[in-house]
Nanobody, 120 residues
């Protein structure tokens, strides 16, 4: 069992930056691939980025070059650095543990989500 909790969301102007954090507790976090997903109003939840236990990273085309996913296994924490934010990045962002980095299918464990709003 893994419990996840996101923080770091907020309101930012277009072109700005935010860093999301995902704190994990429970079973060994480092053994799981960790990912971020987002859901905008009226849309389905979509894959944003993932990082496997070895540090390899994977990104959706829409965020490649702007977002960076990292993890600190010693702190049981994952991060999503978001730069050059656009209004279309506005969504609730969810942390996920156990994501399949090849298929980008979500794993079992979810956080509660954190709202990111980008104003134009």
């Amino acid at each position: 069992q893994v419990q996840l909790g996101e923080s770091g969301g907020g309101l930012v102007q277009a072109g700005g930056s935010l860093r999301l954090s995902c704190a994990a507790s429970g079973r060994t976090f480092s053994s799981y691939a960790m990912g971020w997903f987002r859901q905008a109003p009226g849309k389905e939840r979509e894959f944003v980025a993932a990082i496997n236990w070895g540090g390899a990273t994977f990104y959706a085309d829409s965020v490649k070059g702007r977002f960076t996913i990292t993890r600190d296994n010693a702190k049981n924490t994952g991060y999503l650095q978001m730069n050059s934010l656009k209004p279309e990045d506005t969504a609730v962002y969810y942390c996920n543990a156990g994501v399949n980095v090849i298929t980008r299918a979500a794993g079992t464990y979810w956080g509660q989500g954190t709202q990111v709003t980008v104003s134009s």
